[in-house]
């Protein structure tokens, strides 16, 4: 029993590290990007659009699972095993993120598109993707 309340412990602390990198950088950044994406592909390529869609929908569930952890940890006595979840979820809606970046990219790769938009729209995804995965890994 003792165990498995230190390996709880554990998860509880790995998850409040997690969450308190999330809620600096997702809050500003990354919505700053998606936003930025989500302009130049409606300017330059509607059909790239399909492929920026899912990255956004996604974003707006972190989110909103984000603005709902942040009430449960405002509550006093805390859930853990709730909160750890909550931790959970978020880290799949982000990995759930990268897939469909890596889609975005393969997709981008195939467009008729011009080299200078590719390459700008290229590094914007990169560069999201970077600072989701800094996000999910907790030192």
């Known amino acids: 029993m003792i165990k498995q309340d230190q390996q709880h412990t554990f998860e509880y602390l790995q998850s409040l590290k997690a969450i308190n990198k999330m809620t600096t950088v997702m ?5 700053q990007l998606i936003g930025d994406m989500k302009q130049i592909v409606c300017q330059q390529e509607k059909e790239l659009s399909n492929v920026i869609l899912p990255i956004a929908n996604t974003h707006s569930d972190i989110i909103n699972v984000m603005k709902q952890t ?3 940890m405002k509550l006093e006595p805390i859930e853990k095993q709730l ?3 909550m931790v959970a979820s978020l880290t799949e809606l982000i990995c759930e ?15 008729d598109a011009t080299h200078s ?4 729209l290229k590094y914007q995804l990169d560069y999201l993707s970077c600072l989701l995965t800094e996000l999910i890994i907790v030192h």
């Open 27 to 31: 809050l500003y950044e990354v919505t």
């Open 117 to 120: 938009f590719r390459l700008q």
């Open 97 to 111: 993120m990268l897939k469909n970046i890596e889609d975005a990219k393969i997709f981008l790769e195939r467009m």
């Open 83 to 85: 909160f750890i979840n």
């Open 70 to 72: 942040s009430v449960l």
